[in-house]
């Protein structure tokens, strides 16, 4: 285990920010700890957040050192992981939102139930939960 680690950002790069957080305020059923121009950080556990940063701010950073992130756009770019209490609550709170379904809830052969939503820039979501025998 990486100990030096305390606390985990995940940073998603979106077309429109205030889009992805209504998304993400539904799909959570919370509000962001923070939001304002350029950032708005959900809390998802004690000591991991998941943050959404407009594709111009984070241009402004990356320059010309890497691709422009709206060419990324609609393109699956990362895949947040989330272990839930309730998978079949989160697959049909999700599929009541009408968010993009990729796969339904399924075994996987790593040892997983899971099912699989992409949010409005691509992203996949995955619901999970281990499988017991």
């Not at 285990?1 to 077309?15: A, N």
């Not at 205030?18 to 939001?35: A, D, I, M, V, W």
């Not at 691709?67 to 209490?85: A, M, Q």
Request: a negative charge; one cysteine or more.
């Amino acid at each position: 285990m990486t100990k030096h680690i305390q606390h985990m950002q995940i940073i998603l790069y979106v077309d429109k920010q205030e889009t992805s957080t209504h998304f993400y305020q539904k799909l959570f059923r919370c509000e962001p700890g923070l939001n304002v121009q350029g950032m708005t950080e959900f809390s998802l556990s004690d000591n991991c957040k998941l943050g959404l940063m407009p594709n111009k701010g984070i241009a402004k950073i990356l320059a010309k050192q890497t691709p422009h992130p709206n060419l990324g756009n609609g393109i699956p770019r990362c895949e947040l992981y989330l272990y839930v209490d309730d998978l079949q609550f989160e697959f049909e709170h999700a599929s009541r939102l009408g968010v993009k379904q990729i796969s339904p809830i399924a075994n996987r052969d790593w040892g997983d139930r899971a099912c699989y939503f992409a949010d409005p820039d691509g992203h996949i979501i995955a619901f999970a939960e281990k499988i017991i025998e």
